[in-house]
């Protein structure tokens, strides 16, 4: 996964092979499909892994002894600049934009076929939000706002408001503050 990651940073997604990630990590083309059976699975695992990564570093810059206002604030700071400093996220964002269309939208009608991006980051971070009653919002509900305000500053970075003012001003429609 970290020689796909490494060639979607320098090339992005479209033309990405599992043939081209076997050869840059060293591994034969029959083990990257017997790994993860074609691009979407590949794809999938990456998902996954760099979701965990960026909770876990977010969370990482986190106080656990901090009122919830505070901790949400950290939280939203912290996954903006890790986002803008991932390699891979800003080359799809800048040159393929339309992969980040597709894992954010629904897919299938009625019930998706599988879980869009907000929906799938939302619900690993939801377990990590106390249910206090400072919150305003159910976890779930706080960590979509979270997630969606996240997003929409590290994809359009052009903004009169600083991170800063961007995490207090999710801070306060998330708590009752």
Request: no cysteine; hydrophobic share 50%.
């Amino acid at each position: 996964m970290q020689a796909a990651l490494e060639l979607v940073a320098e090339a992005g997604l479209d033309r990405l092979t599992l043939t081209q990630v076997a050869a840059h990590a060293g591994v034969s083309r029959a083990t990257a499909y017997r790994e993860f059976g074609d691009k979407d699975g590949l794809l999938a695992a990456i998902a996954q892994q760099e979701i965990g990564t960026m909770i876990a570093a977010t969370l990482a810059e986190v106080d656990p002894r901090a009122d919830p206002a505070t901790q949400l604030t950290s939280i939203v700071t912290a996954a903006l600049r890790y986002l803008r400093h991932h390699r891979a996220f800003r080359y799809i964002r800048d040159h393929e934009p339309h992969w980040l269309l597709y894992a954010g939208l629904p897919v299938g009608g009625g019930q998706p076929a599988r879980m869009n991006l907000v929906r799938t980051v939302a619900s690993m971070v939801a377990p990590t939000i106390p249910d206090t009653g400072e919150l305003a919002l159910s976890p779930l509900a706080a960590a979509e706002v979270v997630v969606r305000t996240v997003l929409s500053h590290v994809l359009i970075e052009d903004s009169a408001l600083t991170d800063e003012e961007v995490a207090a001003v999710v801070s306060r429609a998330i708590t009752r503050r």
